[in-house]
């Protein structure tokens, strides 16, 4: 339904009915106009000064009404008023732009592999896919949304509605101080830039609108852009995942995720699974251009019984089983609480060096599967006569450059820290 509107032009509205629409609903622009930025038309439209702004002098630059901010607050009010909108919500129960990985060809996604943005995506396609089914199931014993929604020939909506709702709400939302994550009419069209590229911050004020205000010693000429920051620290993988493209300038992938696994011949495997509370995987991630990593998943994967770590089965006092961690005797309520107690224990070099022995050998692994899939990305043919778009090509070219990068350096810290512990442990024994 939402393509088959754009197209045919009743759910698509020319950038220049904004102001009279904006007027409507009660949004105000000072000293900004709506519109495509000058010599990049093809990015679409965005925020961009109409006269000098001047920064610490300038009232909001854009003013929304809190009845147009598209929070979860404002869909309950909604559903007390309207009695099919509450219908759709209480079937569903706790059930909560075009360039957008979800939206690739598969020879655009193809591009991806050996990227961190792959597996993601394949993630994502499939939950998009479940929550599509959860939606239909729930709805279709309600009779205007089978009639109206799911009826074989005439119905609305399909998978491809669903879709683009996910990516409106995932390219437009921002998290708004005492509102949560929103859809902001009007502030949803500044484009993001990071650190001193940055003019403008968005906020709540005292009457619950949602504002724009330019940074303090910011100045803005006319017909220049004013952005936002989506999140400075966000990697080139969750911009593109997210927003459908990484900034001209980004020149680190910032961070990235790689999954882990416990070994198949691990005996506790099945308990440490049963436990895990924390996402199966390490964060790699530049810090003061210093590569550093994060994980309490890996833990589990370097000790075992022999070193302490037991499990047993209790049950507890309604009568359920229930499984218990404990380090040296000493209970663990959750596994987070694993590292500290293996901090203080007099093996900690040695635990700390399988850690970075298990990380390196996977990172060693996510570069090769890059390197095995270089040549046949690189030499992809793209544009006219392709299902392959220059804009993907480019930033699915660009995503791998920017993991490789950020890999090799990893790769490098941990032999050298690898190479440093191994002569310490031979010391030690020695």
Avoid at 68 to 85: C, I, N, R, T, Y
Avoid at 101 to 109: M, V
Avoid at 256 to 276: G, Q, S, T
Wanted: glycine letters at 6%; a negative charge.
């Amino acid at each position: 339904m939402i393509r088959r509107g754009r197209k045919e032009g009743w759910l698509k509205l020319p950038i220049s009915a904004l102001p009279a629409w904006s007027a409507l609903h009660n949004i105000t622009y000072n000293g900004v106009k709506v519109g495509p930025l000058p010599g990049y038309e093809d990015r679409g439209s965005t925020i961009i000064a109409a006269r000098h702004l001047n920064g610490g002098e300038e009232t909001p630059l854009v003013n929304v009404s809190r009845d147009m901010v598209l929070s979860l607050d404002l869909v309950h009010d909604h559903a007390k008023s309207d009695q099919d909108f509450s219908e759709v919500l209480a079937a569903l129960g706790e059930f909560g732009r075009e360039l957008l990985p979800t939206f690739w060809s598969e020879d655009e996604r193809a591009l991806l592999i050996g990227t961190t943005l792959r597996p993601a995506l394949e993630a994502k396609m499939k939950s998009l896919y479940r929550e599509f089914d959860f939606l239909r199931a729930s709805t279709e014993q309600i009779a205007w949304c089978r009639d109206l929604w799911w009826d074989e020939v005439e119905g609305l909506i399909d998978y491809d509605d669903w879709k683009q709702c996910d990516a409106m709400y995932r390219s437009r939302a921002l998290e708004f101080p005492g509102i949560g994550d929103s859809m902001v009419a009007g502030i949803d069209m500044a484009n993001h830039a990071s650190g001193e590229m940055t003019g403008a911050l968005y906020e709540t004020d005292s009457n619950g609108d949602a504002i724009l205000l330019l940074l303090d010693q910011r100045q803005i000429k006319p017909g220049n852009e004013v952005t936002i920051t989506y999140g400075d620290k966000k990697g080139a993988c969750e911009m593109l995942f997210s927003y459908g493209f990484i900034e001209d300038t980004m020149a680190s992938a910032r961070e990235m995720f790689l999954d882990l696994e416990i070994p198949d011949d691990d005996p506790l495997k099945r308990a440490k699974n049963a436990v895990a509370t924390t996402a199966p995987g390490v964060r790699l991630y530049e810090d003061y251009n210093a590569t550093s990593w994060e994980s309490d998943y890996v833990w589990l994967i370097c000790v075992n019984e022999e070193d302490g770590l037991q499990f047993r089965v209790a049950q507890s006092i309604d009568g359920d089983q229930e499984l218990q961690t404990s380090w040296q005797g000493k209970e663990l309520d959750d596994i987070q609480l694993l590292r500290p107690q293996l901090l203080e224990d007099a093996r900690w070099d040695i635990f700390q060096l399988r850690a970075v022995t298990v990380i390196q050998s996977r990172v060693e692994s996510q570069l090769l599967s890059l390197s095995e899939t270089d040549n046949k990305a690189n030499s992809t043919t793209y544009g006219e006569n392709t299902s392959i778009r220059p804009k993907v090509y480019s930033d699915a070219l660009k995503l791998r450059s920017l993991e490789r990068k950020l890999l090799e350096q990893a790769y490098e810290k941990f032999e050298q820290q690898v190479s440093k512990d191994a002569r310490l442990m031979r010391s030690i024994t020695s």
